[in-house]
């Protein structure tokens, strides 16, 4: 399943997390929690590495334990000396396509164990606590309880499991609402299951200066099917546009699954328009968009898979697009109906910093 280790390995590992006595995350606990793993205790300056003896090691390394330091401690309130049992599981592959294929593999394992997750997403800048995100993509699913929580989620190397206490890391993105630019990355998404009975998540930002809605959007698009991939969803988005002189049509339509494609209309915009090659757009007598929209466009982006995206230019060439047409603000943009719908999840775009159509 996962390469170094197989479904069934996989299994027994996450079953042992949900099952394991961590004693409010102090070290006691922990520590008898570590050995009944066959682990050894290892203290590092950054933690407690967790050595497996003759077993062969993952991608990402030993499992490690996370300490409540200074970026911790003001989101655990029960007194947890730990925040987080990190457990690699993938296999070495040093592609971003080969990591989100790990993660998808893993996912699908989990949930044939465990059930649809009831809450999935996709971390950006800053992730939990203010970390980095990875360079291929955060996606993440999470198996969420009243004590504990048991999440697959994106490292640097590949997929990894992290048993975490509920309340700081909910508690860390609750308190990231404060509506300031660039709180928050990624998308969050929610299915209606009694395991989120309790659970609060914060508003969106909107910013009205182009340059800061560029550099958000970029990041938002530059792993993203590597993220759709992983997780084995695909974004379906229209994106409205207050040009002057129309009603604010579906200016742009993105797909993203396991590969990313926008489309460019301009059927509604009249005199509006400027040359849309000159922003970059392909023109579908040169190259047919790649891709099934349900809107048919005489402009697309190209298609991209994981690792392809360079979401600074696509970025750029949408943005410019828009200030061509005479839009005045990103906050002139909104998303087509039914788009904050991914299958069973209702979904907030914290990344794009847009909704749907009120």
Not at 57 to 65: I, Y
Not at 282 to 305: C, K, M, N, Q, V
Not at 333 to 349: F, K, N, P
């Amino acid at each position: 399943m996962t390469g170094v280790r197989g479904a069934s390995h996989l299994l027994e590992l996450a079953r042992g997390l949900k099952a394991a006595d961590t004693g409010g995350w102090r070290e006691p606990a922990l520590r008898a929690a570590i050995e009944g793993f066959g682990w050894q205790w290892q203290d590092t300056d950054a933690g407690p590495l967790l050595l497996r003896g003759t077993e062969p090691e993952a991608a990402g390394g030993a499992p490690r334990l996370r300490p409540t330091g200074r970026f911790e401690k003001d989101y655990a309130h029960g007194g947890e000396e730990y925040v987080g049992l990190y457990v690699p599981v993938g296999p070495p592959d040093t592609s971003a396509a080969g990591k989100a294929q790990a993660f998808r593999t893993a996912a699908e394992t989990l949930t044939e164990e465990f059930g649809r997750a009831p809450i999935m997403g996709v971390y950006g800048d800053p992730g939990p606590f203010y970390d980095s995100v990875p360079t291929w993509g955060g996606p993440f699913l999470r198996w969420r309880e009243r004590e504990n929580t048991l999440e697959l989620r994106a490292g640097e190397h590949g997929p990894e499991l992290l048993l975490q206490p509920t309340d700081p890391v909910e508690n860390w993105f609750w308190r990231q609402g404060h509506g300031e630019l660039n709180a928050l990355g990624g998308f969050f998404g929610t299915r209606r299951d009694p395991a989120n009975a309790g659970l609060s998540f914060p508003g969106g930002w909107r910013t009205d200066d182009w340059d800061v809605f560029s550099r958000s959007l970029g990041a938002f698009l530059h792993t993203l099917p590597a993220e759709t991939h992983a997780l084995g969803i695909e974004l379906d988005l229209g994106f409205h546009a207050l040009v002057p002189g129309t009603r604010g049509p579906i200016v742009f339509h993105l797909i993203c699954g396991e590969r990313l494609e926008i489309v460019y209309d301009t059927e509604e915009l009249g005199e509006s328009s400027t040359d849309p090659r000159s922003f970059g757009w392909i023109p579908h007598t040169t190259r047919p968009a790649a891709l099934d929209h349900w809107l048919e466009s005489p402009y697309h982006s190209g298609d991209f898979g994981a690792g392809e995206v360079d979401g600074r230019a696509l970025a750029t060439m949408m943005v410019d697009t828009l200030r061509g047409l005479g839009v005045g603000s990103p906050k002139d943009l909104s998303l087509t109906d039914h788009a904050q719908r991914i299958g069973d999840y209702d979904v907030e775009y914290y990344g794009l910093t847009l909704r749907e159509n009120p």
